[in-house]
């Protein structure tokens, strides 16, 4: 077998474990997660290198039908992904609300006549356990090849190790040949640090607040200062309604305080140095009905670019 090296999208409803997946898969905290749906709103990349070739991950936002507004972005965005993939891979999860939905991720994904597989996930959810055949058939119905992985994506265990590299060398597998790798073989994503800092604080939000306000919040870097010993990092939530500013900062600054360590912490980790990291809170009316708000956030589908 040659050098190969491709595009792999993960397609799947919101919620189904696809960051989860494509983290394990690159051994890397590359994309946000949460408890929440529809966490992911841009493509992430995640990219994994060997001797045999190079597999790059695409993690998407979860299928969803909208047309405007930040949804509809997050819908052309998942649909972009399928059609500028080379592999995809359909990411099921034991744990959809209707099993259907799982079908349509399914039916969507074999539809694009590109090779794909079906990975079932949440697998150690037991009162679910008996929807893992389901899942299978439904996949192996779709000319599918069906893996399924467990707990595994959280864990370190050897077992779970062994599942992934079993995983990675299928996936290497189906990707085309190439004559060199299309990312330098370091790299574990493409997104820079300012990119993922962004995302680092915007995951923490969606822990920590609930209803709609993570759904209608946004961050950006105001001011990224690396002079010194001690970097400091200047931030922006954005909020759509006056009166979420203060559910965000919450009693006290609570809310707020909480937010900012943990993404400290975090951030901490990532860059492997102390830092300093101011938080604040804006308003920004209806930001995503506005296009220039929309691409400074960097919610822009290729094709507007
Ligand atoms: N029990 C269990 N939970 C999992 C597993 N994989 C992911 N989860 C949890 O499922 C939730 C959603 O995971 P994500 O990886 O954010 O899902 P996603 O498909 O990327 O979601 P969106 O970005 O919103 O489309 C999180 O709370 C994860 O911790 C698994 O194998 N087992
Ligand atoms: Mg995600």
Request: aromatic share 6%; with cysteine.
């Amino acid at each position: 077998m040659g050098y190969k090296a491709g595009f792999i999208g993960l397609i799947g409803q919101p919620n189904a474990g696809k960051s989860t997946l494509m983290n394990f898969l690159v051994d890397e905290k590359v994309s946000i997660v949460s408890s929440k749906p529809q966490t992911t709103r841009r493509r992430i990349l995640g990219i994994w290198s060997t001797d045999q070739g190079q597999a790059i991950f695409v993690d998407a936002p979860g299928i969803i039908k909208a047309d405007k507004g930040l949804n509809g972005f997050l819908a052309q965005e998942a649909e972009d992904v399928i059609a500028s993939s080379d592999v995809l891979m359909a990411v099921v999860s034991v744990d959809e609300e209707k099993p259907e939905d799982a079908e349509k991720v399914i039916e969507m994904v074999s539809k694009s006549g590109k090779p794909w597989v079906g990975v079932i996930t949440k697998t150690d959810i037991v009162e679910k356990a008996h929807r893992l055949m389901i899942l299978k058939r439904m996949i192996e119905d779709k000319g599918g090849k069906a893996l399924s992985i467990s707990v595994a994506a959280l864990k370190k265990d050897k077992e779970a190790q062994e599942d992934r590299e079993a995983m990675l060398i299928e996936i290497l597998d189906l990707l085309p040949e190439s004559p060199a790798p299309l990312y330098d073989i370091d790299l574990f994503t493409n997104e820079n640090v300012r990119e993922m800092v962004t995302e680092i604080i915007r995951e923490k939000c969606f822990e920590s607040l609930h209803h709609e306000i993570p759904y209608s919040l946004a961050v950006r870097i105001l001011k990224f200062d690396e002079e010194g010993p001690l970097p400091k990092i200047y931030a922006e939530i954005i909020v759509s309604k006056e009166n979420h500013k203060a559910i965000v900062i919450g009693k006290e600054a609570s809310a707020i305080k909480k937010i900012g360590m943990e993404a400290r912490k975090e951030i901490e980790k990532l860059m492997d140095e102390k830092i300093f990291l101011d938080l604040k809170v804006a308003c920004k009316p209806e930001w995503f009905e506005n296009k220039r708000m929309m691409k400074e956030l960097g919610y822009v589908t290729k094709s507007e670019d």
